[in-house]
T-cell receptor, first 112, second 115 residues
């Protein structure tokens, strides 16, 4: 079992829809939770970052972490065609930055 | 402001050939790393470095070699290319070597095909 599981999709939604992207994990030591966005033929870019449990909102994006369920989510409100990308969750245990554990990524298409 | 620069962007090799993927960053980051990205596999860490002269293995280090002689550069060497090393390679850096900083800055990738 991979330490981080993420449904690869693809996910296709109309413009204006609410999008929910999710990851589950098995390692209870993970403390830091991130979402990266990767456009086609580009490198990933950090979108959201959360420490421990709770919610974090940034514009149309909301990141949720439920450590008791080992489950994290990214919600996109009023989705736009420019949100079409692959979204990767990533997690870290803390202390020295040895490695981030990435999910496989979910490919999202928002059509006009 | 260049960020993380990777060269070459594309490369085709024959089995058994060796080559070096170059990575340079101009942000004075201590932490640098190499990932490979394969369909259905996500990003997997190959090697990383927390400063000049310090390197360590990641999840999939076999067949690759790294060194870090300067803060700016972190080349990845393929010793004897195999078709299984066909992938997209990403170099990433961070301003912190401790978790909690969160952000990795990625290059645009190097697409390698081994025939």
């Amino acid at each position: 079992q991979k330490e981080v599981e993420q449904d690869p999709g693809p996910l296709s939604v109309p413009e204006g829809a609410i999008v929910s992207l999710n990851c589950t994990y098995s390692n209870s030591a993970f403390q830091y939770f991130m979402w990266y966005r990767q456009y086609s033929r580009k490198g990933p870019e950090l979108l959201m970052y959360t420490y421990s449990s709770g919610n974090k909102e940034d514009g149309r994006f909301t990141a949720q972490v439920d450590k008791s369920s080992k489950y994290i989510s990214l919600f996109i409100r009023d989705s736009q065609p420019s949100d079409s990308a692959t979204y990767l969750c990533a997690m870290d245990r803390g202390s020295t930055l040895g490695r981030l554990y990435f999910g496989r990524g979910t490919q999202l298409t928002v059509w006009p | 402001n260049a960020g993380v620069t990777q060269t070459p962007k594309f490369q085709v090799l024959k089995t058994g050939q060796s080559m070096t993927l170059q990575c340079a960053q101009d942000m004075n980051h201590e932490y640098m790393s190499w990932y490979r990205q394969d369909p259905g596999m996500g990003l997997r860490l190959i090697h990383y470095s927390v400063g000049a002269g310090i390197t360590d293995q990641g999840e999939v280090p076999n067949g690759y070699n790294v060194s870090r002689s300067t803060t700016e550069d972190f080349p990845l060497r393929l010793l004897s290319a195999a078709p299984s090393q066909t992938s997209v390679y990403f170099c990433a850096s961070s301003y912190s070597i401790t978790s909690g900083s969160g952000e990795l800055f990625f290059g645009e990738g190097s697409r390698l095909t081994v025939l």
